[in-house]
């Protein structure tokens, strides 16, 4: 009994420690998985407001990611997966996006503030018109 206890302990102990999903055909470094979690969670943005904008510069949301990273949606999907199977990980990375998503969104408002300081009156919103 004792045995098959040790034994049982030693399989969750393994399976635990190893990461469940199996790693994917094409893998990708975690840095590129990152920047693809960027640029997807920036055209997620730009495509719900910026919908014709993209159209008229080529630029077609479902495709980009692919295109630009020369994989396929299933290379995209394993990755995911794989990455987001490890938790502390899969967190890690989200952070790192969110930093510099945050470092994208205060350029703007330091330019506004810019042109406050000087006097000018017109919204940065004014400037992308």
Do not use: W
């Amino acid at each position: 009994m004792k045995k098959l206890l040790i034994v049982f302990l030693g399989i969750i102990i393994t399976s635990c420690s190893n990461n469940p999903v199996p790693k994917p055909d094409k893998m990708l470094s975690e840095e590129v998985m990152e920047d693809i979690m960027f640029d997807a969670s920036i055209l997620q943005v730009a495509g719900l407001s910026m919908a014709q904008t993209l159209a008229k510069n080529g630029v077609d949301p479902n495709t980009y990611i692919y295109e630009k990273y020369e994989i396929d949606s299933l290379t995209y999907h394993q990755n995911q997966k794989y990455y987001a199977a490890d938790v502390k990980k899969y967190k890690k990375m989200h952070k790192n996006v969110l930093k510099r998503i945050e470092a994208i969104e205060l350029v703007p408002e330091a330019k506004e503030k810019d042109s406050l300081k000087k006097g000018k009156t017109k919204s940065l919103a004014d400037d992308l018109r």
